[in-house]
């Protein structure tokens, strides 16, 4: 999450078919996304429900990078390796975080798959876990992590995952 000396969060919103996607950024680099299916959502107070005492404030410029890197994510495109990030998490969650980001589009991998590759043979739980505090699903994309049984969770909601994958099903890349 942003570093405790942010003391604005820039927001905006995209529309891309049936995803309604919020995003936030610092001056640093991108923060957080919300991904919604066909409803809409305050986002100056959803972003102040997260970040308490920091003012929001909507600034599209702010969040140009983050902007281009969702589109590209959404049509199959590598995100920018030097998308600026300003995000917090263990070293655990940011190695699980930079895995599931080379999963190819239109692909998955199960949680024990990832953790093996993480060096981890017995630790799909634990990137389960990582994945649910993923602050920048679609960036990092945890929906392509899967249960070795069926689908698994998603932060933002089994529906939306299940969307996301059909939807890369059907977009060709080249």
């Known amino acids: 999450m942003a ?11 995209i529309k891309s078919d049936r995803l309604n996607i ?14 919604n299916l066909e409803s809409s959502t305050n986002i100056i107070k959803y972003f102040q429900d997260i970040f308490s005492g920091i003012r929001i404030k909507k600034d599209r410029i702010a969040n140009l990078p983050l902007i281009n890197a969702l589109k590209a994510s959404l049509t199959g495109e590598r995100v920018p390796d ?3 990030l300003d995000i917090k998490g263990t070293p655990f969650q940011m ?5 599931i980001s080379r999963i190819p589009f239109g692909q998955t991998m199960t949680y024990g ?3 093996k590759t993480a060096g981890q043979p017995k630790g799909a739980r634990a990137i389960g876990m990582a994945m649910s505090r993923n602050p920048l699903p679609l960036i990092f994309p945890c929906h392509r992590v899967v249960a070795a049984n069926g689908l ?5 909601g089994v529906e939306i995952k299940k969307y996301l994958l059909n939807r890369e099903s059907t977009i060709k890349t080249t």
């Not at 950024?25 to 919300?34: M, Q, T, Y």
């Not at 190695?95 to 895995?99: F, G, T, Y």
């Open 82 to 84: 030097d998308l600026p």
């Open 113 to 115: 798959e990832i953790a």
């Open 3 to 13: 570093g405790t000396k942010t003391q604005t969060i820039y927001c905006w919103e």
């Open 95 to 99: 190695s699980a975080w930079n895995m």
């Open 22 to 35: 919020y995003m936030a950024s610092s001056k640093k680099g991108a923060v957080r996304i919300k991904i």
């Open 152 to 156: 698994g969770g998603f932060r933002e």
